[in-house]
């Protein structure tokens, strides 16, 4: 099974424009200038030929966040998807984790959107201060709240419609956080969220940071995004954490996944995070739509599409309820094609 760990690239100063066209597979994929990964940047510096082997068709597009620095965002679309076969399809909006690229958490997907007949955008997103490392700041969240309306615009070269009342957040680590205030903010907007191994505290989380590796540095990045440490400005840290909207997931009656493991590496203390959130929705709503699956596994990996997270498309009806019994792409084959090192 995969693992989630720290991967740094060298800073790359280039200019690449990769158009690749897979008529076999059905495969298309734009990309555009690219520069160094670092945390405050949300540039990528992801080679093309990594998403050229999935077998969905890619768009690249730009958009202004929140504060009006430029940014950008993936679409991954069913193979088949263009503009002689344009359906309107449900939209899935995926916050990527923790200095993760889109790049690498669109290989998380595989062909899934091609099988299920959906569409996932992956926006590289823009913190207060840092760009890979949102951590759920309110501006974040509501450019992910734009993001259904920014893709219809962005993809008119392929007719691209989705389903209103079939938008769904689905979030690895820092994503699966993100998704969850989404939800909070906005009830309205979307059909289902799940969340794999999602911090749920920040607060908690810039402390226990000091328990795993590079921890430190990771306090050091909190503290320029989120304003100080927790102690200085606890509200900072609190709008950013889906603890404290616990009774807003409650109340909005729509179906969340909470995925947690008891051995998680890197958030540390689960049990505390995910688990005092599926606690905490219950206690004031015990019918409300919230499920919780605990396992051993490590930290982010069954979010892959060899993993579980068939199994969690299929609870809100992206996928065939035939794959929460059988996974098709639990193989080696699969696993080679779509794994790569990440940071989650």
Known sequence: MATAHTHRSPDR???????????????????????????????????????ARLPVRVVRFPYASHDGKPSYALLLLPGWYGPKRHPAIPLVICPHGRNTTPEAAARRWFDLPTRGGFAVVLPAGQGRRLGLLSWGYPGQIADLARMPALVER?????????????????????????????????????????AFDPATDLADRYVKFAEIPSGREEQRRARIEVGGVPADVPRSYRVRSPIAYASRLAVANVPVQL??????EVIVNQAEQA???????????????????????RHAAVSWAYAKLPSALARIGLLPRTWLARNPLQTPQVRRAASAPVVA
Do not use: H
């Open 13 to 51: 100063n280039c200019s690449i424009l990769v158009v690749v066209v897979a008529a076999l597979a059905g495969l298309a994929l734009v990309t555009s200038p690219q520069t160094s990964r670092d945390a405050s940047s949300p540039t990528p510096p992801a080679r093309g030929d990594r998403l």
């Open 259 to 264: 995925w947690w493991s008891t051995r998680d």
């Open 275 to 297: 688990g005092r959130l599926y606690r905490a929705i219950k206690l004031v709503d015990p019918s409300a739509p919230v499920v919780e699956f605990v396992g051993t596994w």
């Open 154 to 194: 962005a993809a008119r070269e392929v007719s691209f419609r989705y389903l209103r009342g079939r938008v769904y957040a689905v979030g690895t680590s820092m994503g699966g956080q993100e998704a969850l205030l989404l939800l909070a903010r906005r009830p309205d907007l979307l059909a289902g969220v799940v």
